[in-house]
């Protein structure tokens, strides 16, 4: 899509779609710093769970979060293939561990329907909607909410 033909779509925003698991999740792409490669990780002691260890980015400490852990799903076991997204969540800077990055998606507040009513409380505090496309449904995640102040300090 030209750059004219995106600012005609007002109120657009940018997506980046990623697989974890059988699922397919998007967060805002302002949210995100890069996408890298996989790197084994150090890990750290008395961490949450979710939190695999710590990598060095170009001399900074990152944490590196297991996505689907923190999802609530079955831990990945990491491979070559997967990836990590650097992303800004809130003040910090913190590495989302991932099956796959899938695409970059422009979408409308029209396009985003709201989460369905049975989902739990924790999905409905994350889950800012669902996105139909193509055959696909796409999770719309709020990183702030997924991570709370206190999580976010110790990562």
Request: hydrophobic share 50%; proline share 5%; net charge negative.
């Amino acid at each position: 899509m030209s750059y004219a033909v995106k600012n005609l779509i007002e109120g657009a925003r940018e997506l980046i779609a990623f697989r974890v698991g059988d699922q397919e999740f998007c967060v805002n792409i302002m949210a995100v710093r890069e996408i890298r490669g996989w790197t084994p990780v150090t890990p750290m002691p008395h961490a949450p769970q979710y939190v695999m260890g710590v990598i060095n980015l170009r001399g900074a400490v990152l944490p590196i979060v297991d996505l689907s852990l923190r999802l609530g799903m079955k831990s990945a076991a990491p491979t070559a293939r997967h990836v990590i997204i650097v992303a800004q969540v809130k003040s910090k800077i913190i590495g989302l561990l991932v099956d796959a990055v899938s695409d970059i998606l422009t979408v409308t507040d029209d396009n985003i329907q709201p989460t369905p009513e049975i989902s739990s409380d924790l999905e409905r505090l994350y889950a800012r909607g669902i996105l139909a496309i193509d055959k696909r449904m796409i999770c719309l995640i709020e990183l702030g909410a997924l991570f709370n102040d206190a999580e976010s300090e110790a990562a």
